[in-house]
């Protein structure tokens, strides 16, 4: 039984929006049309991932940006823009404008930590700051402030013919609401809640204490737990869980074979914590619906939220994410009981 009765409220996807590099407009087109596809199928979110010097997508918010203008419903959101990559001040205004014309649906989620090999990178990206950015969680209490509207500059009125404000714009006002902090510690957790941001969690975890116990979902429900023992909203502070959730229902034999194979090859990096951060992830789960909610409700931090941002399988194909958000909707949602978007009171 549930420990807290929460409906599943709020559906959601996340990819990573996948190219080849020989062709990269064909895969950023195709996520384009997986996002409108959600849309169509009542999905209330949909999230793609931030990759830098990958074959992914590395700039969201002109991804999303596009997405706004192709969308009239659907929430966009990042899951999650790494920080360490970004300038707060620069960010904040990509960020407000593409809440501007996406009428107010944006859900930036972001994380701290240096950039991935930073060692290789740092020449290009900080040729003349890498030993004195800093990557701690002063970088995101720059990026609340700017968004939520404190001054960026001491300075503001007319200077000639040009008008200028001490605070970024444009101002979206309900924006500040709509951060969301990616963690998977009980530190990143605690510190989400205290400065009023949404949790994002995700198949991955920190097994902090080597003596704590190691199973993933009582990890998890303990971050949730002290999330939203912090945070102003309490009980209501808003949590999303991002699970890898693949349903076979509709699949054909050769779709079912290879979602089985993917979720094996992972499977071993499951059984302890992986590298010095202690990383622990969850298995995918692949199933037909009825199996999978049944999975799902017995996953103890599950049971503790109310929105879903499900993700999508790397390295799949463009029908292969049709038919697996399709099935999402039309079948695991509704056993989960949620409604589509279109459908709601």
């Known amino acids: 039984m549930p420990t807290t009765p929460r409906p599943l409220r709020k559906l959601g996807f996340l990819t990573i929006g996948l190219f080849d590099a020989a062709d990269p407009g064909r895969g950023h087109e195709s996520t384009l049309e997986i996002i409108e596809l959600g849309e169509r199928l009542g999905f209330d979110t949909a999230w793609v991932r931030h990759r830098h010097l990958q ?13 706004s203008q192709r969308t009239r419903r659907i929430g966009l959101g990042t899951a999650v823009t790494p920080l360490g990559w970004e300038n707060p001040l620069r960010l904040a ?11 107010g649906r944006l859900n930036p989620g972001v994380s ?9 990178v740092k020449d290009a990206l900080y040729p003349d700051t890498a030993g004195t950015e800093d990557f701690g969680y ?14 960026a500059t001491d300075f503001s009125g007319v200077e000639g013919f040009e008008v200028y404000s ?5 101002h979206s006002p309900g924006l500040g609401r709509r951060l969301w902090y990616g963690g998977g510690s009980l530190r990143s957790a605690r510190w989400a809640g205290e ?60 779709q ?8 094996a090859g992972r499977l071993p990096r499951t059984a302890s914590p992986q590298g010095p951060a202690r990383l622990l992830f969850a298995p995918d789960l692949v199933g037909t619906s009825a199996e999978l909610a049944e999975r799902l409700r017995a996953h103890a931090a599950f049971r503790e939220v109310d ?39």
């Open 55 to 67: 074959y992914g997508i590395s700039s969201p918010v002109a991804v999303l940006a596009a997405a």
């Open 93 to 103: 205004e990509d960020l407000a404008t593409v809440d501007i014309l996406s009428g």
């Open 112 to 120: 701290v930590g240096p950039p991935m090999h930073y060692e290789q």
């Open 138 to 151: 002063q970088r995101v209490r720059r990026l609340l402030d700017l968004v939520r509207g404190k001054p």
């Open 166 to 170: 001490d605070v970024v714009q444009p």
């Open 195 to 254: 400065h009023g941001m949404n949790l994002l969690t995700s198949s991955v975890v920190k097994a902090e204490r080597p003596e704590g116990p190691l199973d993933f979902a009582e990890i998890q429900l303990s971050h949730i737990r002290e999330f939203r023992a912090h945070h102003p909203d309490g009980e209501a502070a808003r949590v999303s869980q991002g699970l890898v959730v693949i349903p076979t229902d509709s699949a054909s034999a050769g």
């Open 256 to 263: 079912r074979a290879k979602y089985a194979r993917y979720a």
């Open 307 to 345: 929105e879903v941002a499900f993700a999508l399988p790397f390295t799949f194909g463009h029908e292969d994410y049709a038919q697996i958000l399709t099935d999402m909707a039309q079948r695991l949602g509704p056993a989960l009981g949620w409604r589509p978007g279109g459908e709601k009171a």
